[in-house]
């Protein structure tokens, strides 16, 4: 997470009130490998396109904004029937990625995501759904049947 970010949550809060772990390169580049497999995407882990051909797997609108006062991302999981594991990741562009306790990115999602710079990519280690949100607010999410994947 950036500094200013940590650093923003501590003088709201007094303390850092989540846990989360930095993926290293290899660990991020895993990931990128599997989601494109699983998506069956046409371009390559490696590839400039691969965030383009995961923007696109992403099928679903929400109905909400995550600029929207009171937003909660409980909502938008219980709008597309996700039921996250315990632990989801938080991808920027999918070069930086964090692992946080679900509920955490869920309590805190504001100290998370800010409006303006951020993308992000939200999901779990199951590759069954991915949940998108944009700088500006809109939220695109897939649910994925991977029962057919080897």
């Not at 990128?32 to 400039?48: D, F, Q, Y």
């Not at 029937?81 to 964090?98: D, E, G, N, R």
Request: charged share 25%.
């Amino acid at each position: 997470m950036d500094e200013h970010k940590i650093n923003y949550h501590i003088e709201e809060y007094g303390s850092l009130r989540f846990a989360f772990d930095k993926l290293d390169d290899a660990a991020c580049w895993t990931l990128r490998e599997r989601l494109a497999t699983a998506l069956r995407l046409k371009e390559t882990a490696a590839s400039v396109a691969f965030e383009v051909d995961v923007d696109r797997s992403l099928n679903l609108r929400s109905k909400h904004d995550a600029e929207e006062q009171g937003f909660s991302l409980a909502d938008v999981l219980a709008e597309f029937a996700i039921v996250p594991l315990a632990t989801c990741l938080v991808a920027f562009s999918f070069q930086v990625i964090y692992r946080f306790q679900t509920t955490d990115v869920v309590k805190y999602f504001d100290d998370i995501w800010y409006p303006g710079p951020d993308d992000i990519n939200i999901l779990d280690e199951s590759l069954s759904w991915m949940v998108a949100v944009y700088h500006h607010g809109s939220i695109k999410a897939a649910r994925f049947d991977l029962t057919d994947q080897h």
